[in-house]
């Protein structure tokens, strides 16, 4: 009976919307009586254009609806006459800064802007460069700078020359020609699987250096998302996480989304990166450590997540590559940051920074082949045959293969142990007796290399200044500029 009673009054119901539709109905074809079919069509082509046009507006795949909206209030604002040119007189002090900064050193000097008529010989070819060298004023062998080299020693500069006059003219995309270089490569990748305690399905390749690494990684995740039909899937990253993240999405139709950090520790939110998880989420990233404030993200909390959502994680080890799988054996207890963390996918290390190898070499490293398989590129219609390569260049230096090579099997396990208990100790000094000084803070606690240093009390950039004049040249931060 109730039964009864709930279909007759869902009727009642039903029977007042076709009324309404009925009447809307009416009230459209009145309003169209008179109007010719062109008319009509013109019409509904117009509105279907502006919904498409307002929807698109709405979810850009890159900015977000209050990115977009800020945008465009810019663009409106500063194509006024009077803000656009007080913007072009800061932009032309900006560049006229810019430019002095960049060419600091080279003023008076003569540029080559067209081959010589007759080529020089070795004698003056090396006295040019002597001459060259002089303009280098930064002292960055006395170990006066941070973040740019990382040995340098005259031992192995001499060793690197020595295997880079041997394959200086070699090629890893040719393996036919060079079998050497794809054994040296394949032992280079494996040699670090094992540093990070990769399984039998353990591979990688070796790169230019940690950006291409990062884009490898991005684009063998983003590829597997294509195949879901996502396609603008977005790399879930903490906002201190390298830029190269950036320059990812940039290239390959991916959308960054950025977690904040915590004020306090500097580490990412793991509560903010849960909740701005979706279908579209191709990569949660972790770094070990960042490189603006030296922190390790907690990587087993966003493995934990990658788990729970069946998510990629790739961890950012280009800067502690070379010091994080050794640190236990040094002394030095941290959290795990490696594939024994269940989850953890990928992995990106610097040989050239604390690996010591010649600058242009980094390794990007996976759990399974299945996904180092969506990195390679090949095209097997090419009139000139197959073309195949695993990362984003074709030919390569192989001297650089070569030179990484030699490095590490030079250093050995030891050696490294070594390195990273020096490296360490001695950050960890520098950062005790810091916060010792009344008027800096050190931010969070960092564990590695780095020591982020900030003041409430002053302007931090006049110390930068300083340091500057005493012949010292350190990364300054930006995004809090304290």
Not at 81 to 100: F, S
Not at 394 to 422: P, Q
Request: aromatic share 12%; net charge positive.
């Amino acid at each position: 009976m109730e039964y009864d009673e709930v279909l007759r009054s869902l009727g009642i119901y039903w029977e007042i919307f076709l009324l309404y539709c009925n009447e809307f109905k009416e009230k459209i074809n009145s309003n169209c009586e008179g109007l010719e079919a062109w008319q009509l069509i013109a019409f509904s082509v117009g509105i279907t254009l502006i919904v498409t046009w307002i929807y698109q507006w709405l979810n850009h795949p890159e900015l977000t609806l209050s990115q977009r909206i800020k945008k465009s209030i810019f663009t409106c604002v500063r194509s006024m006459p009077y803000i656009k040119g007080r913007i072009k007189e800061q932009l032309d002090v900006a560049k006229a800064g810019l430019q002095e900064e960049l060419f600091r050193g080279t003023e008076g000097s003569t540029y080559i802007t067209a081959l010589p008529k007759h080529g020089l010989t070795r004698k003056e070819i090396l006295k040019s460069v002597k001459d060259y060298q002089k303009l280098d004023k930064v002292d960055w062998k006395g170990g006066k700078v941070s973040g740019c080299v990382y040995n340098g020693s005259d031992a192995l500069s001499k060793l690197s020359g020595e295997i880079y006059e041997e394959f200086a003219w070699t090629n890893p995309l040719h393996p036919d020609v060079f079998p050497a270089l794809r054994k040296m490569e394949s032992e280079v990748v494996a040699m670090c699987v094992k540093m990070f305690n990769g399984g039998s399905q353990g591979c990688g390749t070796v790169t230019s250096g940690g950006t291409e690494s990062i884009l490898m990684a991005c684009l063998a995740y983003r590829s597997i998302w294509f195949e879901k039909g996502i396609l603008y899937p977005e790399i879930l990253a903490p906002i201190s996480v390298h830029s190269a993240f950036n320059k990812a999405a940039h290239y390959f139709k991916m959308k960054l989304v950025h977690v904040p950090i915590d004020p306090v520790t500097s580490e990412v939110n793991i509560k903010a990166m849960k909740r701005l998880i979706t279908k579209k989420t191709c990569m949660l990233v972790g770094s070990a450590p960042s490189f603006p404030h030296g922190i390790l993200d907690p990587i087993g909390d966003i493995a934990a997540l990658g788990r729970r959502y069946g998510i990629p994680v790739h961890v950012d080890c280009c800067l502690g590559g070379f010091l994080v799988p050794f640190m236990k054996k040094a002394g030095f207890t941290i959290p795990a940051c490696d594939f024994t963390v269940d989850g953890v996918t990928s992995i990106s290390a610097d040989t050239h920074k604390y690996g010591f190898a010649p600058k242009g070499s980094s390794v990007i490293l996976y759990s399974d082949r299945k996904y180092r398989a969506q990195q390679y590129y090949v095209n097997p219609d090419w009139q000139g045959g197959i073309y195949a390569s695993p990362g984003l260049a074709g030919s390569r230096a192989g001297a650089l293969v070569a030179g990484c090579w030699a490095t590490l099997v030079h250093f050995g396990e030891n050696g490294y142990i070594d390195s990273t208990r020096k490296i360490v100790s001695t950050a960890r000094y520098i950062e005790k007796h810091l916060r010792q000084i009344k008027g800096i803070f050190i931010y969070g606690k960092p564990e590695v290399s780095v020591v982020a240093v900030g003041s409430n009390d002053f302007d931090v950039y006049r110390l930068s200044g300083a340091l500057t004049g005493k012949g010292w040249n350190l990364n300054v931060l930006q995004f809090p500029a304290r």
